[in-house]
């Protein structure tokens, strides 16, 4: 195993290894010698990933299940929509690691180290043990926690608790998924109930929350209780699976810590969908662009970010920080009166100026106009 590459990057999750994925992909970069560190083996299914696209697309091995259609609930609306021509899909994460794992080691320019980094010097880049390793360039998923004191940024977290259950008799409708469902709230929250059903008799059930605070494993708890009983009428059930998390949303500048021989990628690189929490596809563009800017040579972080996309993400978190408990209301408004096809690619950042106005123009609310300027461009 060598020590010095032309490449290092530096965590093995969903980031870094789509970005490796797309290194090996290319026949551009088969001489070049690339690192993946990561302190574990990535062994466990300790995330599900949800993303929409159109057809088929580079995942199709590995998806769990897909649906093309789905819900949004409130205490007053029940709306069904249709996604054609897209199909919301679900990918297991130890299926995703297993892939890439799989195709990266079958490649002698791969490798896999289990350290973990504590420091990165230009070129030189020290392991927790003191080992050094050595690159052209680095790629960071090491998340800067200074956006916990970072004043200037609004922050929300998406935290939540799912359960995977299954029950004797047919409850669920696998043809059809959940996206919001907030007739179960908790407290003055945003708060709401995501669900992916897998069969007739087995579901993924999230309580979740987009709120400024954290809260204690037991409340997840209760009000998954809650929901199961009162909103399906189950009693009898069995929980196989749990899964549990917390991702930032904020509009907090990650990115500017990137040089020109260090790329953050991931979180760290302020990849993940500021006012959703959905990373999984925008990672593919941002991969994508990575090694198309290599190629051209340009540094690697070049133009990879949408600066007006992520001022709408910043006016959303700054008046759901201020006013958490619009959240109904403002997803109401969000999914009711506007298209599905023309909220998921409001979503996936390729609407134009006048469909962005639009979509501005259906959420409008004075706290909207508020953030406008607290956010200003």
């Known amino acids: 195993m060598p020590d010095s590459f032309d490449y290092i990057i530096i965590g ?16 551009y970069f088969n001489n070049k010698q ?4 990561d302190p574990s083996d990535k062994t466990e299914n300790d995330k599900t990933w949800c993303f929409w696209e159109k057809g088929k697309g580079n995942w199709e091995s590995i998806i769990y299940k897909s649906w093309e259609s789905g819900r949004f ?8 929509f249709q996604l054609e021509p897209y199909k919301y899909k679900m990918i297991r994460s130890e299926d995703f690691y297993s892939l890439a794992k799989d195709r990266l080691q079958s490649l002698n320019n791969f490798h896999f180290i289990k350290d973990s980094i504590s420091e990165i010097y230009e070129t030189t880049m020290i392991a927790h043990g003191a ?7 680095f790629f960071d998923s090491r998340i800067n926690s200074s956006y916990l004191k970072d004043k200037k940024s609004s922050l929300l977290y998406q935290h939540f608790k799912g359960w995977i259950i299954e029950t004797d008799s047919n409850i669920f409708d696998p043809d059809q998924f959940t996206m919001m469902d907030y007739r179960l709230k908790h407290n003055n929250s945003t ?5 992916l059903p897998l069969s007739r008799t087995k579901a993924l059930i999230e309580f979740t929350f987009f709120t400024p605070y954290l809260t204690e494993e037991s409340v997840y708890d209760e009000m998954l209780m809650s929901y199961i009983k009162e909103y399906l009428g189950v009693d ?67 133009e990879l970010l949408n600066s007006r996309f992520r001022w709408y993400d910043a006016i959303f978190l700054d008046v759901l920080t201020r006013n958490n408990e619009m959240g109904e209301e403002i997803f109401s408004k969000f999914y009711s009166k506007n298209t599905t096809k023309n909220i998921l690619k409001y979503l996936d950042e390729e609407t134009s100026l006048s469909e962005d106005l639009k979509i501005m123009f259906s959420l409008f609310d004075v706290e909207f106009i508020k953030s406008f300027f607290r956010k200003g461009m």
């Not at 690339?34 to 560190?37: H, K, S």
């Open 236 to 302: 009898q059930f069995h929980i196989s699976e749990t899964e549990i998390g917390v991702i930032p949303m904020t509009d907090f500048p990650f990115h500017k810590d990137n040089t020109p021989s260090i790329t953050k990628i991931g979180t760290a690189g302020s990849w993940v969908k500021g006012s959703t929490g959905y990373s999984f596809k925008h990672t593919e563009k941002k991969t994508a662009k990575i090694v198309a800017n290599i190629k051209a040579g340009k540094e690697p972080s070049y």
């Open 131 to 137: 080992k050094q390793y050595q690159a052209t360039h």
């Open 34 to 37: 690339f690192a993946i560190i």
């Open 73 to 80: 609930l409130t205490s007053s609306k029940y709306l069904k």
């Open 191 to 195: 708060s709401f109930t995501y669900m």
């Open 12 to 27: 093995g999750g969903l980031a870094g290894l789509q970005l490796a994925l797309r290194f090996a992909e290319d026949p």
